[in-house]
């Protein structure tokens, strides 16, 4: 594996290059070889464009009794990516340029047309001056003045950017960023007016119509809460009686307090005056009989007096009195 990377060959003592055929090969043999479109063309069978740096296996030849300063003149073979119609086109070192040959028309370029009309117009002039010395003096008088004329031009461009030398372009910037700040801030809040505006605008007509709804049909009434009882106010109540002691004051009747028949008794009137005149507190009015089945409340207790005493102070009724 190692003789593949040896420079030096082995030549036996008997070699003799002549005795070497030669290979005689045609002038005009073709090679491929791999290149690009060297400008823009378009395929004359189909239209197709191919645009500059398309890559081809091309054919490449010697163009035969062509040469230009000794070099010589290449011919390629190419096909159409679309219809493999054949397009060939050679070199131009007169140029350094390629010229279409068969098959394809190159595309229009501008500048190439224009550089060699810029070249035509010169040799024109040259060959003009050459013959007529006073063609030479009228040239020269036209580029004196446009010569002047660009200087003049020049030193406008010079004055106005001393002027504008003055002007402070981070401030201008600074101003610039600024309006633009306050410019979004304002579209911000336009777009949030409006946005409440909308959302105001949609509460408004779900509030109508649920006003509609309500007239159409009567809401039911909320249910009243039972009112709860303060925890603490059973102890401002009275305390109850016990039953032992209401069936003995029904049965036998209370120690100084009036019993409940002390309204059947009529109270004479010569009693009423002297016990007025004695300083006696004046006995309570008798109160009618039971209205509307409520029994008549007792009258209030007074110390110092028994029911012996009061029953003592009363007469006997009218209608006891008036049997005797």
């Known amino acids: 594996m190692s003789e593949r990377k040896v420079l030096n060959k082995y030549y036996p003592p008997d070699f003799d290059p002549s005795k070497i055929p030669k290979l005689k090969l045609p002038k ?3 090679y491929v070889v791999r290149l690009m479109a060297p400008f823009n063309m378009r395929c004359k069978t189909c239209g197709e464009y191919i645009y500059k740096g398309k890559k081809f296996n091309a054919r490449k030849e010697t163009v035969q009794n062509e040469v230009y300063l000794g070099l010589p ?3 390629f073979y190419i096909k159409c990516t679309r219809c493999l119609a054949e397009i060939t086109f050679k070199t131009d070192p007169e140029n350094t340029d390629y010229t279409m ?6 595309n229009f ?3 190439k047309l224009l550089e060699e009309e810029e070249k035509r117009m010169q040799k024109e002039r040259e060959d003009e001056e050459l013959n ?6 009228e040239n020269r008088t036209k580029d004196s003045k446009l010569e002047m004329e660009v200087l003049e031009n ?3 461009l010079k004055d106005l950017n001393q002027r504008q030398a003055h002007v402070d372009f981070e401030a201008m910037l600074r101003q610039h960023r600024l309006s633009e700040e306050q410019r979004q801030k304002q579209e911000r809040e336009e777009e949030e007016r409006e946005t409440a505006a ?3 605008e949609a509460r408004k007509r779900r509030l109508l119509e649920d006003s509609d709804s309500e007239e159409d049909a009567p809401a039911p009434a909320a249910p009243r809460l039972a009112l709860r009882p303060k925890p603490t106010a059973i102890l401002g109540e009275a305390p109850k009686a016990k039953r032992k002691a209401e ?5 036998v009747g209370t120690l100084g307090s009036r019993p409940q028949l002390s309204g059947l008794v009529v109270v004479k009137r010569t009693d009423l005056g002297c016990s007025t005149q004695q300083g006696l507190a004046p006995p309570p009015t008798t109160q009618g009989p039971v209205q509307s089945g409520k029994p008549a409340e007792p009258a209030p207790w007074t110390p110092g007096a028994s029911s012996l005493s009061q029953l003592g102070a009363y007469s006997d009724s009218e209608d006891s009195s008036g049997s005797n």
């Open 198 to 200: 909308l959302v105001e």
């Open 109 to 111: 370029q501008a500048e």
């Open 28 to 30: 005009d043999r073709q």
């Open 73 to 75: 003149i290449f011919r």
């Open 101 to 106: 040959e068969h098959g394809a028309t190159r």
């Open 132 to 137: 007529n010395p006073m063609k030479v003096l």
């Open 154 to 156: 020049l030193q406008e």
């Open 247 to 251: 069936s003995w004051e029904r049965s």
